[in-house]
């Protein structure tokens, strides 16, 4: 059976081409600029499966035990072949919120990096209506003008809306090829399965949507190194020649420059840090017929409040972290100042496009909508706590990251003002909108860095702790750096103690929300007592994950930290201030 459940669906726009007014509202007054166009096709509407105005998506998957039982089995294996089912769906987008129950022959695989997530017990997947057995199929079969339909919840991402906010974020800010996103539940065999985010499928249909049958003829490359739709018209001259060149005055000869820059900056203005802009990842290529080569971000399940807010657009992330895993073709832009002036504009266009006055009402109706699938899921990794928690760190992050572009925009274009009156310029102040944020000004416990020392919320009666679990193992990640026995107080307060992740999954759960701060951090263990004699906080023993050579530091070094960039375990002075991680 399928889950129902009576939810208001939100009004999103879903143009592709931007205006001042979003959503039949005007926009925030001097807060937002107008949206240059770049040229190309306008696309088509989405398909009505991903609607990304209708309510949640209700999908059955109907699979033959054995079929079920080798697909789990897969899972385990880290395989990712077709399997038959029938599909059925709860049809009707915005325009037909009614609409019907359809039932269609697909296969069924599984979907995701097998060795960074599947670790927890929800599988995601990918249905496919033009695969048989052997993957040889009717390769013009399709279902609501579509060949795949994908279910998509990665440990990492307990909102399941982040690529919702940012491809809407997108489509205001125009002239980039983008996804359709639809929040969907996915029963299996009449047992509620999970809740999930359904992305479209980057295909050929996907390249005819966004540039038209006349103009979807083209390669396109995933990560710019393999090619998934058009390889008769695939042309990997051209490709190895961007890769091997740094000049930017060739670079534009290449391909349409103003819609990399637009293209990269969404990924800055979004705080991805898994995109281009940043690590060379997720992201497409896609050779069109007249405009020459055009980036395609993808995967935005790493985004809102997993960067610092006012992490620069140009230096990349962290903070002052120059050039962090940045390439050379987005460096030989941003180093030119004729190109760097057209990046910042770039920057204000897509920052225009994340107005919290717009993005802030979207979150919180679409939350509305996929909490209540998410509370009723059963294959979940993580509480319903941290979706609530790690939501409003994302409503704060749109606000912070916001009014920090701003400032950084008028001070990059030498346009300094003092908005807020607080004496000091928008150079010098990271929200020229607000009065008490400055350098020096009292800090507040808001998600915000109000005296701007580069820490947010420090100090007593803040809680900077983040909380992140999957399946059985729950952490606090507490970035504020406090000595190893403070930290251990601090821990024992919120209900837990000093700790380390136990499982494989555990692990990469600790790598991954950890990466973004490039120092130690203390975990639950010492050998204070008796050097050499590594126990937990209970005085139980343990043997780390050292990294080679560690421990290493002697009677000096007496407590156990996790050295993100090793990915294990060093000894370190219990003295020295570390950010760190309490297990609950």
Not at 239 to 255: H, N
């Amino acid at each position: 059976m399928l889950l129902l459940l009576a939810c208001t669906s939100p009004v999103v726009q879903t143009e592709s081409r931007p205006s001042t007014a979003v959503d039949g509202e005007s926009g925030s007054g001097t807060d937002s600029a107008p949206l240059e166009e770049i040229d190309g096709a306008i696309p088509a509407a989405c398909p009505d499966l991903l609607d990304p105005e209708g309510p949640v998506l209700e999908a059955e998957v109907l699979i033959d035990a054995a079929e079920w039982s080798a697909l789990q089995q897969d899972y385990r294996q880290g395989r990712k072949e077709y399997r038959p089912i029938r599909l059925r769906v709860q049809t009707g987008g915005a325009d037909d919120p009614g609409g019907g129950v359809e039932e269609v022959e697909a296969w069924l695989r599984l979907k995701g990096n097998p060795s960074f997530s599947w670790f927890t017990e929800k599988m995601q997947f990918v249905v496919s209506f033009n695969e048989s057995d052997g993957g040889s199929g009717d390769s013009g079969a399709r279902f609501h003008g579509l060949r795949k339909l994908t279910f998509d919840a990665a440990w990492y991402e307990p909102t399941l809306l982040r690529e919702r906010i940012a491809w809407s974020v997108m489509r205001r800010a125009g002239g980039l090829p983008g996804a359709c996103v639809r929040s969907s539940a996915l029963t299996i065999n009449g047992e509620y399965y999970g809740a999930y985010a359904s992305i479209e499928y980057f295909d050929h249909e996907w390249l005819e949507r966004n540039f038209g049958d006349s103009q979807a003829g083209g390669g396109l490359w995933k990560y710019g190194q393999e090619v998934v739709a058009n390889g008769e018209a695939a042309n990997g001259g051209d490709i190895t020649r961007l890769w091997s060149t740094t000049d930017p005055a060739l670079l534009a000869e290449m391909g349409d420059a103003t819609e990399w820059l637009r293209a990269w900056a969404a990924e800055a203005v979004l705080g991805d840090d898994d995109g281009f802009w940043c690590c060379a990842h997720n992201f497409y290529l896609y050779q069109h017929p007249e405009r020459g080569v055009l980036f395609v971000p993808w995967d935005f399940d790493d985004i809102l409040e997993v960067t610092p807010y006012d992490s620069d657009p140009v230096d990349g992330y962290p903070s002052g972290a120059y050039g962090l895993f940045q390439q050379p073709q987005f460096r030989a832009f941003v180093e030119d100042p004729v190109w760097r002036a057209r990046y910042v504009e770039q920057v204000a266009i897509v920052n225009a496009a994340m107005d919290p006055a717009v993005v802030l009402p979207q979150i919180d109706a679409w939350q509305a909508e996929i909490r209540p699938y998410i509370a009723d899921d059963p294959t979940r990794s993580f509480v319903v706590e941290e979706h609530d928690q790690t939501v409003e760190r994302m409503r704060r992050f749109v606000e912070g990251r916001h009014a920090f572009l701003n400032s950084w925009v008028a001070c990059a274009q030498g346009a300094e003002t003092d908005a807020d009156g607080d004496g000091y310029a928008s150079c010098a102040d990271r929200d020229d909108g607000r009065a008490d944020i400055y350098p020096g000004a009292p800090e507040g416990c808001d998600g915000r860095d109000q005296d701007q020392d580069g820490v947010i919320d420090e100090g007593a009666g803040c809680d900077t702790c983040l909380y992140h679990g999957m399946d059985s193992e729950q952490f606090l990640f507490c970035r504020e750096p406090l000595p190893f026995i403070e930290a251990e107080a601090r821990c024992q307060a919120a209900g837990g103690h000093l700790g380390y992740p136990q499982t494989t999954g555990g692990i990469y759960l600790n790598w991954f929300h950890t990466w973004p701060v490039l120092e130690p951090w203390w975990l639950g263990a010492t050998d204070a007592a008796a050097e050499g004699q590594w126990v937990d906080m209970a005085g139980a023993q343990v043997s780390g994950n050292w990294d080679g050579g560690e421990p290493d530091g002697g009677a000096a070094e007496n407590c156990a930290a996790w050295d993100e960039q090793s990915f294990a375990w060093t000894s370190e002075d219990c003295a020295d201030a570390n950010p760190f991680l309490c297990r609950r």
